[in-house]
């Protein structure tokens, strides 16, 4: 593997050393902040106001960056580019990226957008503009995932296949496994959605859900944006 | 001050008890029935593994003697064995079976914080456990691979299971990564959110700091395993080049082109040895807590202690390639992890130090549990010291794939931890289920189970310096370096292998036994510290705490502390004349 992917993992390790010794001094019972924090997160953690659900989300996002860092870190390898790998690898052939790949990066930065101001209004309280705001955030999430299959389906139309050539797999399996995980939070985003559709249901009972989905939909854009340029640059 | 602990954020938790068979003990959310769940499932497993190690030395030690083990079967036998070892066993027990024990009860809490999830991750595991094991009854049989899978000999014709058992092997251990991953975020969450009043991170017992490293460890070192797992999956079933080079098998072009062996062998051990300490870490952390509560002595160095698995838990990710020296990989990575190898002994010395050291002029109680951490600390020596042999780069190239390394890996990694897996339930069975584990039978098996242990393996060494290659089903007289005597110590490591794979049966009848006849235990039988033992109710009822949680004053291990009246001190009860705060800290909660 690439020396320097070692070295990541060492400085990785010194970051997560540095939290750690942050972390080893709190106090996580006496976190209580004020009555509106505390409002917000009602019905999660009583008066703390950091949510189990947030510090879990983090701990997902650790995993999923594990994730795709590995799978990044196997393309590079695959292609013949690392230093401990050089074993003469010459079979990689560069594909042609369909342009739609494009569109569907607008679309996942628009959702991401909506997602944004859906959260935003969340703090004025504003209950049409959340619901409007949500709804365009995970259609436009709809939209990237149509987009990608369009953009396989262009692929396949081009002659590239699973097995044409490691870039051509790498593709499939890289778009499939980010899709998989966008799919994932739209399941969350679909049962927000159709709580907040209940009169019943106040802001505050779905602002953690609507606040950990931005956090996620950010955070899967930023995957799409590297691996985008990883796909483009090579 | 006003507060409210996460873990209390649902009052009413305590209350709502479940009430019919199957919310109380099938679909359960409550932590100590999950618990238990993961770990009958673990040795139910971990049964099927013992039973193929004890086929596997009735082939070496009486090789042709036994015509239902052909040599596809005896490799389908060594892969299975380790897989289920490690990871459906070791890991799934100590994370999924004493992490979930543990650490709502050590830490105060009244449960894990997704309780929901905590359900669904032993589920999924049980559905893991359930491919795998479904892999022995699709054609061609489970793989035949090793434990490790390497590619290419993995999805190739002549390998037993290339077809169908690989990819049974490989989704199970998607599965598997799945309901780790759920689970994992449960331990850490709750360790980090739901700490009872007063219980900092410094004040926690080190059975809660092993098994939260572990879990980070496991939470970023798996997803290299899963990476792994799916694109041999692609190349075994779709036909992709990931992994597998331009390659004929049986005489007959593949089709694949251009893979990377190599890669494959990166990623396994990216995720392999970090592997190793999810194992070791909280075998480390409880056999401190086993120590120190038999020895009515304070863990020697706590905060080292702690320094330590932190270290150790960052460094594990450092040192992977020290199992690939053989692979043809750049000799400068060689220098590199074989340097980084050497440094993950400095913080794994200092524990083992400080372990004897709590010993060191304490009141050694020599209960059964005690009886295994102290064997624990023996074996691991053994096994850690032939490490430094193994990790560097000369020594290691001729004893690489000899028996040496058999009896390495199995001391450090597989009888060290199961010690201690025999210790820790010995210690908290009483917790568990509000009876005694009997005495005597536990001693026969301690002494059974450590001392046959050294007959199987030390003479394994010796194998290993002799060259004697591992993997081999039969030793054919054509090989001449090898001495007639080796199958001579075949038979005697087999006669001790089927000795001490009798003794488990031992055990087990204790565990049913005792669960009907053992003498009543009370609510702390061995008077140690920890909170688990302060629980108003033995075994603790759902919710664990009753209407109102404890609240902490004090560390872990306040064992004989001059001036108290009694030789402990529980982290619950606040200072005073007659339980002093032993050590300096603080009394504050």
Redesign the interface.
């Known amino acids: ?1 690439n ?1 320097w992917v ?1 070295y990541g ?2 400085l ?3 970051l ?2 540095l939290f ?1 010794v942050r ?8 976190r ?1 902040g004020s009555g509106d924090q505390r409002r917000h997160t009602q019905g ?5 106001t ?1 949510p ?1 659900g947030r ?2 989300l983090w ?2 996002l ?2 999923i960056t ?2 795709f860092a ?2 990044f870190s ?1 393309y590079f ?2 292609m013949g580019h690392g ?5 003469g ?4 052939r560069s594909i042609s990226k369909p342009p739609i790949l494009w569109l569907n990066t607008a679309m996942l930065i628009l959702s991401s957008i909506a997602m944004q101001v859906a959260r935003r209004a969340l703090n004025l309280d504003q209950r049409e503009r959340v619901s409007g705001f949500l709804f365009a955030g995970g259609a436009f999430a709809f939209l990237f995932l149509i987009g990608q299959l369009v953009a396989w389906y262009q692929l396949r139309e081009s002659g590239y296949v ?2 044409t050539g ?1 870039a051509g ?1 790498f593709f499939y ?1 890289l778009t499939a ?1 980010h899709g998989l995980h966008l799919l994932g939070g739209l399941g969350v985003w679909l049962k927000t959605t159709i709580r907040m559709r209940s009169r019943a249901v106040e802001l505050i009972d779905v602002r953690l859900s609507i606040e950990l989905c931005t956090v996620y939909w950010h955070f899967l854009l930023l995957v799409w944006l590297a691996m985008f340029a990883l796909l483009l640059s090579t | 001050m006003a507060y409210v602990a996460i873990a209390d954020r649902d009052h009413a938790h305590a209350g709502h008890e479940p009430q019919t068979f199957l919310t109380k003990y099938i679909w359960s959310q409550d932590h100590k029935v999950i618990a238990i769940q993961y770990t009958i499932t673990a040795i139910a497993i971990g049964l099927v593994a013992l039973t193929l190690s004890v086929l596997m030395r009735l082939q070496l030690g009486f090789p042709h003697s036994f015509s239902l083990i052909a040599p596809q079967n005896y490799y389908q036998f060594i892969s299975l064995h380790g897989m289920i070892m490690v990871i459906y066993l070791l890991t799934a027990l100590f994370l999924g079976g004493f992490g979930n024990y543990l650490i709502p009860l050590m830490c105060g809490a009244r449960d894990m914080v997704f309780p929901y999830l905590n359900m669904v991750s032993y589920w999924v595991y049980l559905l893991a456990v359930l491919v795998l094991v479904a892999g022995f009854f699709v054609p061609g049989g489970p793989t035949g691979a090793g434990w490790t899978l390497y590619p290419p000999q993995a999805i190739l014709s002549g390998t037993p299971g290339a077809s169908w058992g690989i990819v049974f092997m490989l989704a199970s251990l998607a599965i598997f990564i799945v309901a780790f991953t759920m689970g994992g975020l449960n331990y850490v969450t709750t360790v980090l959110q739901a700490r009872c009043r007063g219980m900092t991170m410094m004040r926690l017992p080190l059975s809660v700091w092993g098994i939260l490293m572990a879990t980070v460890l496991g939470l970023l070192a798996f997803p290299a395993l899963f990476v792994s797992a799916v694109m041999m999956t692609l190349d075994s079933l779709v036909g992709t080049s990931f992994f597998m080079p331009a390659i004929s098998s049986m005489g007959q072009p593949t089709g694949y082109n251009g893979g990377s062996p190599l890669l494959f062998q990166h990623l396994f051990w990216f995720f392999g040895h970090p592997e190793v300490y999810i194992v070791a870490l909280p075998a480390f952390g409880i056999v401190s807590d086993l120590l120190s509560t038999h020895a009515r002595r304070h863990i020697f160095g706590y905060r080292m202690m702690v320094w330590a698995i932190l270290a150790i838990g960052c460094l594990s990710f450092v040192v992977w390639a020290h199992h690939m020296y053989v692979s043809g990989m750049n000799p400068y990575f060689g220098f590199f992890f074989a340097t980084t190898t050497l440094i993950i002994a400095i913080p794994t010395a200092i524990k083992v130090y400080n372990w004897v050291l709590t010993l060191w002029r304490g009141d050694i109680h020599l209960t059964v549990p005690m009886l295994f951490a102290i064997g624990f600390i023996f074996t691991f020596i053994n096994g850690g010291l032939t490490g430094l042999f193994l990790g560097n780069v000369t020594v290691d190239v001729p004893l690489s794939a000899t028996y040496f390394v058999v009896a390495h890996f199995h001391l450090v990694m597989g009888v060290s931890p199961i010690l201690v897996v025999f210790g820790a339930i010995y210690h908290w069975y009483p917790k568990m289920t509000g009876r005694m584990l009997n005495d005597t039978l536990g001693r026969i098996h301690f002494w059974m189970t450590f001392i046959g242990t050294y007959a199987i393996y030390l003479p394994m060494y010796y194998l290993g310096i002799l060259g004697v290659p591992r993997r081999y089903f039969a030793y054919s007289d054509a090989i001449k370096f090898i001495p007639p005597s080796v199958q001579t110590m075949n038979e005697w490591i087999t006669i001790s292998a089927l000795f001490v794979a009798a003794v488990q049966l031992l055990f087990l009848f204790n565990l049913v036994w005792s669960f009907f006849n053992g003498k009543a235990a009370g609510g702390n039988p061995w008077r140690a510290t920890t909170l688990e033992w302060q629980t108003p109710q033995t075994p603790p009822r759902h919710g664990n705490w009753g209407d109102k949680l404890p609240v902490v004053y004090r560390w872990a291990y306040d064992y004989s502390v001059p001036g108290a009246k009694e030789d402990f001190i529980p982290q619950n009860v606040p200072p005073d004349t007659s339980t002093p705060i032993g050590h300096g800290h603080s009394a504050k909660p």
């Open positions: 593997m020396i070692a993992a060492l990785g390790g010194v997560v050393w750690l972390k080893l001094s709190t106090r996580s019972w006496e209580h999660d953690v009583g008066e703390v950091l189990p510090i879990g701990i997902l650790a995993v594990s994730l590995l799978f196997a390898m695959r230093h401990g790998a050089g074993h690898i010459t079979d990689w699973m097995t490691p797999a399996v496994l």
